[in-house]
Structure formats: C-alpha cells, structure tokens
C-alpha cells in the first residue's frame, strides 16, 4: 500500500488513512525518497522526440530542484498510457492533447496543464515502393497505414487526413507497428504502405532512401496546411482530481517544464542531445542531432496553450471521431487545459 502525503495541521492522520487505502483509489501524490511528493508520468515514447521534454527535465535535474521524485515510464503507445492514467495506475502522462478532447466525450476529465507544442511534430511517410501510387490523403483507400496502435494520437491523425481527402477510416487498414524500428520493419516487409510516425524514424527513413515525407506536421506551416490550423500536441495531462488535490505538486510539475522548455530554446540541438540519455542515438549521434534540429521548432517556451488551436483539435476530432463527433456542441475545452500553472511558474 502507498503511503499518501496530505498537507495541514491534519497529516499524522491523513498519513494512516492513506495506508488502507488501494492505491488505484488515489487521488493525492504519494511520498517517495526522502519525504519528497512521489510523481509517477507515463510517456507515449521516452525516445521520441516529440517527447524528448520529459526526459530532459529529468536529465537537467529540474524535477529534483523543484522536491519532486520523478518516475518516468515509457509506453509506445499514447492509447495505452491514456488508459494507464483513466484506471490511475499512473499520476500523469506526457502525450498528446487530443486525448483530454477524446476522454470529455467518454465522460472523463483530463487536464492538460503543460502544453510544450502547438503543432503535432509528426509525418505522415510513404515508402518508397508506394510514392507513385500515394501522392495525398485521396490515395489512401485500400492502401496498408502504419499508427503506434489503435486510438492513438497517429490514429487520430491519420483519420483526420483521410476525412479531408473524403477517405473514410473504413476505406484504408490502420496497422499497429508501434515506432522506430517496429515502423521501419513494416514497411521494409510490405507490411504498410505508408504512416504516421516521428523523429528519429523520420530521419532515419528519410537518409536511408526507404520512405519520403507526404505531409509534414513538425513545422507550423505543414500543420496548417494538413489540418486546417494549430493542432497542440505534447502535453503534460492529468487526472482532474489530481489536479484539484495537489496544486502545490502540479505547481512543481509545471516549474520544471517550463525551465526545460526555456533551456530547450537557449540550447543548440547538438546541446541538446549531448544531454539525452546515449541509447536515445541508436549509435548514430549524427543522425540524432537532425532529428532533434528537424522537429525542436516544436516546442513553445512558456508552456501555454493556444485557444485557436484547442478550438481547432475539436474540429478535428470532430470531422472523424464516432465519440466526439455527436458531442461537439457539448465539449467544454476550458476543462480540457488550464493556463494556471504555467502562468506562475518563474519566469526568469
């Protein structure tokens, strides 16, 4: 059983009622080492990266200055760390925006309280042997596309780049390949045609001759043209409970980010990736700093959301989604994210 920290006048109690208490059943941050709030985030790919300011903030100790005990968890897949964090198995999840979105219409509330990207940072790529045949979204009918899994933010991507092109999800076959190399198997062996995927894959497909890009989300100008608008994407999402009962721990959560996401555009890509963990290079140093350089305009550096862009995943999400679509009118996006957090954090 965890032990949970309540703070007030109330602790010494707090503290053992907490222990008969299932930890799923939580609602309050744990304490880890030291009498520091435990924090477990669950990432949609530590190696991604689209997600490289988790594990950065790791790295550059900013969750240790804040008094936090930070676990990071890798996932592949942004649909199963959303349903890691819903059965609360985890306190947080650094992924994609659009699942707050997707959750509100299931009855769920998820926050977004870090928003570190107001463009995806993803690619859609075709492999070589199918660049005649898939020139745009249109092509896509019968065709094989690669996502991380089903009801992830690829998934959800994808499907949004097939109803614009009039493609309905029912018309082409999404393939769960997970990333990197995963991703790159399957389409070496035929067993996608194309798909959505992020750096380093990209870049590793790319130098080797084995896909080109068809439409790239990792700048602003290629996400509008893709999806009509800004589509945030990173994030740092929370359960609303958590949120509500542990403003001083989010409060740490966001100071940390925003140092990272302040450093992130102080620092050269070379900067950055010396920083990251060596495995994330795959042995290739070279091929890591591109992929950092080709994805970090990414990255904001206050942490802030962008309203026109929360208002833009919902039409998204809403040209496709059978759980969004008939509940559009009812989505209240002022749940889905708050600015409170960021807005405090040291601004120096």
Known sequence: MRIRRIAGAVAALALVAGATTACQDSRVAETGAGGKPKVTIIVGGLEKVIYLPA???????????????????????????????VAKQVDGVVGFYDHTVDLQAKDQCIQSVVQMANIPGEAEVVGTASANSITSAADFKGKKLGVTSLGSSTDFLTKALAAKAGVGADQYTPVKVGAGQTFIASLDNGGIDAGMTTDPTIAQLTNTGKAKVLYDMRTVEGTKAALGGLYPATSLYLNCDFVQRNHDVVQKLANAFVATLKWISQHSPEEIAAKMPASYSGGDQALYVESIKNSIGMFNTDGRMDPSGAKNVLEVLSSFSTNVKPRKDSIDLSKTYTTEFVDAAPKG
């Open 55 to 85: 594990m950065l903030t790791q790295q550059l100790g900013n969750f240790a200055a804040q008094g936090l005990d930070v676990e990071l968890q890798g996932e592949q897949s942004g649909a199963t760390a959303e349903t890691s964090l």
